[in-house]
């Protein structure tokens, strides 16, 4: 019997629009969706460019309007790849519609924008899905379940760091992550660091945060200089419900970073370590009973840890960061269909905005915060 058709409409794309393509393209082919995925319309600023990505990615239809896809009563899912302060208005409009919204993080500018927007697809009974597709790698999983079981024994401490460098040039332009409100390194890569200290470790209690501007102006884009207020690098300490200590950091101003998506995990039993870098790779290190035989070891990536065996059924072959998106894709649509609950919706990505701005607030006002 065929599948329905899931139809998408796609807002944005940049950097996130094609790596949300790659998504729904991929999931299609290599998960057995509950849904056949169709690409209905892509929006983007200029009629040109709607075009040029309806043509190369195979949408049906193009238009410079994205108010067109909330409108068109044959799409399913809303999918917003628009910077963030367009987040809430196109979310809005959408779930008023009936749409089911799949958004980029930071899912708003404010955590009340994000609150709003929680409770207005949720009194719709729409199905929303945020952005934080670190924490669909399979080895994230494993070390989850590692976590969980008890096989580091107590966990005691946890440090995260989310690194890049695409701001280091002061010369570079301002943009739509310098805006004042929402905007600023915590925002845009702590959220990510935060996310996935959640995941692994449970509840974030508390936090004392530092957050710091460090280029105060860059140019506009249109010749002129731009003040710029938000910070370019944020640290927090972390106290857990678990009752484990720990920090976060993020920068874009990490000279020589990539792709820092890194973690560190003590427990009385075992250490588990992870760098962005090396997206395919845990290092375990368990306590040994042998001394002198202790040390870290690598697990690869591999068809154990699910979902990686849907896309290949050899270990260590790798997933990329593209493959990462197919499978909160593949998450999306299954819970579109009602076979389980959203991955990471609109109410996980309220909670994340939240904690965001009680790490601005704890560094504003120089003391720990409650979350
Ligand atoms: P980008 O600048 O590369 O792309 C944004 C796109 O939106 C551009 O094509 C732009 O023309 C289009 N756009 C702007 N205004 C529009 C409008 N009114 N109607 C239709 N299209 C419009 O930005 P990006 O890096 O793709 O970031 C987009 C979102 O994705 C942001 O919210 C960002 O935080 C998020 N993001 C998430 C990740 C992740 O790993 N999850 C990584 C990067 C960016």
Same mark, same amino acid.
């Given at each position: 019997?065929?599948?329905?058709?899931?139809?998408?409409?796609?807002?944005?794309?940049?950097?996130?629009?094609?790596?949300?393509?790659?998504?729904?393209?991929?999931?299609?082919?290599?998960?057995?969706?509950?849904?056949?995925?169709?690409?209905?319309?892509?929006?983007? +600023?200029?009629?040109?460019? =709607?075009?040029?990505?309806?043509?190369?990615?195979?949408?049906? !239809?193009?238009?410079?309007?994205?108010?067109?896809?909330?409108?068109?009563?044959?799409?399913?899912?809303?999918?917003?790849?628009?910077?963030? =302060?367009?987040?809430?208005?196109?979310?809005?409009?959408?779930?008023?519609?009936?749409?089911?919204?799949?958004?980029?993080?930071?899912?708003?500018?404010?955590?009340?924008?994000?609150?709003?927007?929680?409770?207005?697809?949720?009194?719709?009974?729409?199905?929303?899905?945020? #952005?934080?597709?670190?924490?669909?790698?399979?080895?994230?999983?494993?070390?989850?379940?590692?976590?969980?079981?008890?096989?580091?024994?107590?966990?005691?401490?946890?440090? %995260?760091?989310? =690194?890049?460098?695409?701001?280091?040039?002061?010369?570079?332009?301002?943009?739509?992550?310098?805006?004042?409100?929402?905007?600023?390194?915590?925002?845009?890569?702590?959220?990510?660091?935060?996310?996935?200290?959640?995941?692994?470790?449970?509840?974030?209690?508390?936090?004392?945060?530092?957050?710091?501007?460090?280029?105060?102006?860059?140019?506009?884009? !249109?010749? #002129?200089?731009?003040?710029?207020?938000?910070?370019?690098?944020?640290? =927090?300490?972390?106290?857990?419900?678990?009752?484990?200590? %720990?920090?976060?950091?993020?920068?874009?101003?990490?000279?020589?970073?990539?792709?820092?998506?890194?973690?560190?995990?003590?427990?009385?039993?075992?250490?588990?370590?992870?760098?962005?870098?090396?997206?395919?790779?845990?290092?375990?290190?368990?306590?040994?009973?042998?001394?002198?035989?202790?040390?870290?070891?690598? +697990?690869?990536?591999?068809?154990?840890?699910?979902?990686?065996?849907?896309?290949?059924?050899?270990?260590?072959?790798?997933?990329?960061?593209?493959?990462?998106?197919?499978?909160?894709?593949?998450?999306?649509? #299954?819970?579109?269909? %009602?076979?389980?609950?959203?991955?990471?919706?609109?109410?996980?990505?309220?909670? +994340?905005?939240?904690?965001?701005?009680?790490?601005?607030?704890?560094?504003?006002?120089?003391?720990?915060?409650?979350?």
């Amino acid at each position: 019997m065929a599948k329905p058709p899931l139809r998408v409409g796609l807002i944005g794309t940049g950097f996130m629009g094609k790596a949300h393509i790659f998504g729904y393209t991929t999931a299609a082919r290599v998960f057995d969706l509950p849904r056949n995925i169709v690409l209905d319309t892509v929006a983007d +600023i200029t009629d040109e460019a =709607a075009r040029a990505a309806a043509t190369r990615y195979g949408f049906e !239809k193009a238009t410079s309007d994205w108010r067109t896809i909330v409108e068109d009563p044959n799409i399913d899912v809303v999918n917003i790849t628009a910077p963030n =302060a367009l987040h809430k208005e196109m979310s809005m409009a959408a779930i008023a519609a009936g749409k089911h919204v799949y958004c980029e993080k930071p899912l708003a500018p404010l955590a009340i924008d994000a609150s709003e927007m929680t409770e207005a697809a949720e009194a719709a009974g729409v199905k929303t899905q945020v #952005g934080f597709n670190y924490i669909c790698n399979p080895v994230f999983g494993l070390a989850r379940e590692m976590i969980r079981s008890g096989e580091l024994g107590e966990i005691r401490a946890y440090r %995260g760091y989310h =690194a890049e460098d695409y701001m280091t040039d002061e010369t570079a332009p301002f943009t739509f992550r310098h805006d004042p409100q929402g905007g600023g390194a915590f925002a845009d890569l702590g959220s990510h660091t935060l996310a996935t200290a959640e995941y692994l470790l449970g509840p974030i209690t508390r936090v004392m945060g530092d957050t710091v501007n460090v280029i105060g102006e860059r140019p506009d884009g !249109k010749g #002129g200089i731009r003040k710029v207020e938000v910070d370019d690098v944020g640290r =927090a300490f972390l106290r857990f419900q678990s009752g484990a200590t %720990g920090s976060v950091e993020a920068s874009w101003i990490a000279t020589g970073q990539k792709m820092s998506h890194d973690f560190e995990v003590y427990g009385s039993r075992g250490g588990l370590t992870f760098s962005g870098e090396r997206l395919n790779e845990l290092r375990f290190y368990p306590v040994s009973a042998i001394p002198g035989r202790d040390g870290f070891r690598t +697990i690869l990536a591999g068809p154990n840890h699910p979902p990686y065996g849907e896309f290949c059924v050899a270990p260590g072959h790798q997933l990329g960061f593209n493959d990462l998106k197919a499978i909160e894709v593949a998450g999306y649509v #299954g819970a579109i269909a %009602g076979l389980h609950d959203e991955p990471f919706n609109f109410r996980a990505g309220w909670r +994340i905005q939240s904690l965001v701005e009680t790490v601005h607030r704890s560094s504003q006002q120089e003391r720990w915060l409650d979350t």
